[in-house]
């Protein structure tokens, strides 16, 4: 069993900060991309952000400038770093990682239960 646990939404208000941080655990051989996807009212999930396995970053336009994705190999945690907030942030956002399983060794996609971002303006 594989869990993504996402934490740090919240409310702010615009031009602000916030942290989120995504940790996998559990029969983890490896893991390959991790990214962060958002989900707002009424429209379709979309991709925020990615980094693979070496580090190499991808970012959505909209957030480009803004958003600073990361991760930490040792502790099997992904990070994202929100700054300078809009309204149209507001969203839940999703923790997804391609993980290799211990057991099977196979690659296997696993997402996170969403935390909530709320941008006030």
């Known amino acids: 069993q594989v869990q993504l646990v996402e934490s740090g939404g919240g409310l702010v208000q615009a031009g602000g900060s916030l942290r989120l941080s995504c940790a996998a655990s559990?029969?983890?051989?490896?893991?390959?991309?991790m990214g962060w996807y958002r989900q707002a009212p009424g429209k379709q999930r979309e991709l925020v952000a990615s980094?693979?396995?070496?580090?190499?970053?991808n970012y959505a336009d909209s957030v480009k400038g803004r958003f600073t994705i990361s991760r930490d190999n040792a502790k099997n945690t992904v990070y994202l770093q929100m700054n300078s907030l809009k309204p149209e942030d507001t969203a839940v956002y999703y923790c997804?990682?391609?993980?290799?399983?211990?057991?099977?060794?196979?690659?296997?996609?696993?997402w996170g239960q969403g935390t909530t971002v709320t941008v006030s303006s």
């Open positions: 980094i693979t396995s070496s580090g190499s970053t």
């Open positions: 997804e990682a391609n993980i290799r399983v211990l057991l099977t060794r196979y690659d296997k996609d696993y």
């Open positions: 559990g029969s983890i051989f490896s893991i390959n991309a």
